[in-house]
């Protein structure tokens, strides 16, 4: 069946006509959360350089696909027994009596360096399932 699709809301309209909305919204979801685990990787990575007992890397989760504004997308946060969700944000940004603490940055470094590997990851997933 020959097809000429023109921009993205095409090409979903096209993809959701042939396979579904339900089919459509499981290879989504599968391949956003192999890309969040390809960025929960490089957020590991980072974390590296100025671990102290782990628990910052032990307490990454992934979250379940949710739909935000029309978007799908899943989150990563931290949550443990630790609470280091209260330290993130102070090791990413500093504070007033630390302004350059060692991981400052570190998710923003995570960010940049796991992009391509994290789009290619997903499109390979949407490949695969497709």
Avoid: C
Wanted: net charge positive; no cysteine; hydrophobic share 35%.
């Amino acid at each position: 069946m020959p097809m000429t699709v023109k921009g993205i809301k095409d090409l979903e309209g096209a993809l959701e006509d042939k396979f579904g909305k339900q089919h459509m919204r499981r290879i989504v979801d599968n391949a956003l959360i192999k890309g969040a685990q390809v960025f929960k990787r490089e957020i590991a990575s980072q974390f590296q350089s100025f671990k102290d007992t782990g628990q910052s890397i032990k307490e990454i989760h992934i979250s379940q696909p949710m739909t935000v504004n029309g978007v799908r997308e899943v989150k990563i946060y931290w949550r443990g027994p630790k609470d280091r969700y209260r330290i993130i944000h102070l090791n990413e940004f500093g504070t007033i009596k630390n302004p350059n603490p060692d991981g400052k940055g570190a998710i923003q470094r995570a960010l940049r360096s796991a992009r391509n590997t994290y789009i290619n990851e997903v499109r390979k997933q949407i490949e695969r399932l497709l």
